[in-house]
């Protein structure tokens, strides 16, 4: 990754890689691609640890090192990787590391030891060392963020310490993976200069033969039994073949193939002939997304549209967002697109579930007289709903995440962006919503860069509409690889 764009950080438990063979293992650094690994202090294993760093050509930092600070710097990015808060205060009192640099010139301050502790009786929540963290932090010139592996990559919370009577912001993120469906998901952390991280997962088990749908531990053996030691040679064979493996019938066979195929050569499998959305030749597709407060959003302040007949992006967006009236960006969006389109085709990924539910009731509520042409003139599109709740394709990412699809079609991106994520917008506005007239409202407002948010939203469309032009592209299956109806790819909650 470029200065420009970040580094990429790969933090992960030792447990959670522990069981992946060499192949898998080399599949899951081609595929992150990291800059530098952190493995978490929990379940640390010395024996990962060496296999990492024989794999790996680049730094490997263990939370369960020697008591120090060591300072890595890639692709333009400072990390301090303390392995106890104290060190940060004097990090020369650290063990045979007299000469150490100044942790407080790195934009991430790593260390395991940072962690909320709940007082049961007062029932209020103190971060461990936050004196310490702020007395540095406010001798720094530049802002840091503290990244922690005793909290999972969800976690995103700024606290405050008093020094001298004057405020201190410490912004905190866990890096640890993510628990899932019962799996665990490694974090993926795009971190930089500014302080910014976006937060991506993959689920630990989906690399090596096991990346392919419809393939578990068993079923992995059995292909490697049987010759197919890679995903390129399960691609190279017919559905056919693979039926004469004990334990794989005839859907599961198909699947398998279709899935080798779409991840093998980076491209979309095409299940069915059924019409990509929109269906109607005379239709202009549209493609949206919103950025919301959270899953449950009170506010929509960003609304992203691409047209590629026009080859033009608009948003709507809310710089100065408030829980008195959440629906400015959103008047603003069926306004314009009352005037310029009169029967548009949205498309989104996920929009039933998420997009246009939100919007429907956000329009019925702050902009009723637009709610008749909206339900009326609006033609709606789900292009994940199509492509595999439908199962009309397999889709080439590791996940079925847009940005996952996405990457693995080619589509990278750069600049702010590519350090920036859905979840953490939504907390950075949450955060401004709740401070709005308080102390922190002008910090608050500081810490959202819009120009980055617009260009995240921007993006998001633009991969999108990518996305759409692979899968109208693909040729759809013939003959025995068509499906046959009841067959699932993989998804649930963990795809998005």
């Known amino acids: 990754m470029t200065a420009e764009d970040g580094a990429d950080l790969l933090a992960l438990r030792c447990d959670a890689v522990a069981d992946l063979t060499n192949a898998a293992l080399s599949d899951l650094l081609e595929y992150v691609a990291p800059d530098l690994i952190y493995v978490v202090r929990e379940a640390s294993d010395v024996r990962v640890v060496s296999r990492l760093r024989r794999a790996f050509d680049g730094p490997v930092v263990a939370a369960t090192g020697p008591a120090d600070v060591r300072l890595e710097t890639v692709a333009g990015v400072s990390f301090a990787f303390a392995s106890a808060i104290s060190l940060l205060e004097d990090p020369s009192d650290a063990a045979g590391n007299a000469d150490t640099c100044d942790p407080w010139d790195a934009e991430f301050v790593v260390c395991d030891d940072i962690a909320p502790t709940t007082d049961p009786v007062a029932l209020e929540a103190t971060l461990a060392g936050s004196d ?45 993976p993510l628990r899932r469906s019962g799996t665990a998901e490694l ?19 989906r690399f090596g033969l096991r990346a392919l749908a419809g393939v578990g531990p068993t079923t992995a053996e059995r292909l490697r039994a049987n010759g197919y030691d890679t995903r390129a040679a399960v691609a190279d064979a017919a ?113 039933h579930d998420f997009d246009y539910e939100h919007l429907e009731r956000f329009i019925a509520r702050y902009a009723p007289e637009y709610h008749q ?90 991969e999108l509409a990518a996305v759409a032009d692979a899968i109208a592209a693909a040729e759809p299956a013939t003959g025995s690889d068509r499906t046959t109806g009841g067959e699932t790819t993989q998804t649930g909650l963990a795809d998005f």
């Open 239 to 351: 559905a056919a073949e693979l039926r004469s493996i004990g334990g794989i019938g005839d859907s599961t066979a198909r699947e398998i193939v279709h899935s080798a195929r779409a991840l093998a050569a980076s491209r979309v499998v095409r299940r069915t002939d059924e019409p990509v959305p929109p269906a109607a030749e005379s239709a202009t597709p549209l493609f949206v997304d919103i950025e919301t407060d959270g899953l449950q959003p009170t506010i929509i302040w960003l609304i992203g549209v691409y047209d590629p007949e026009r080859d033009a992006y608009v948003d709507f967006v809310d710089t100065e967002p408030s829980r008195d009236d959440p629906g400015a960006a959103t008047r603003e969006f069926v306004s314009w697109l009352a005037a310029e389109y009169d029967d548009p085709s949205l498309i989104a990924w996920n929009g």
């Open 373 to 462: 042409y909206w339900t009326e003139n609006v033609y709606r599109y789900d292009l994940y709903d199509w492509a595999v709740r439908r199962d009309n394709a397999v889709l080439p990412g590791r996940t079925n995440r847009l940005e996952d699809v996405a990457a693995a079609l080619g589509c990278e991106r750069s600049g702010p962006a590519a350090a920036l994520d859905g979840k953490s917008l939504a907390e950075r506005i949450r955060r401004l919503l709740e401070d709005s007239g308080g102390t922190d409202s002008d910090a608050s407002a500081r810490a959202i860069d819009w120009a980055a948010a617009r260009g995240y939203c921007e993006a998001d469309v633009r």
């Open 187 to 205: 974090a993926c952390l795009t971190c930089d200069w500014s302080g910014s991280a976006a937060v991506s997962s993959v689920p630990a088990d």
């Open 132 to 176: 310490t963290l702020a007395r540095c932090r406010s001798q720094a010139s530049e802002p840091t963020t503290f990244l922690t592996g005793a909290l999972e990559a969800s976690y995103d919370h700024v606290w405050t310490a008093t020094v001298d009577g004057d405020p201190v912001r410490l912004p905190v993120r866990g890096v640890a």
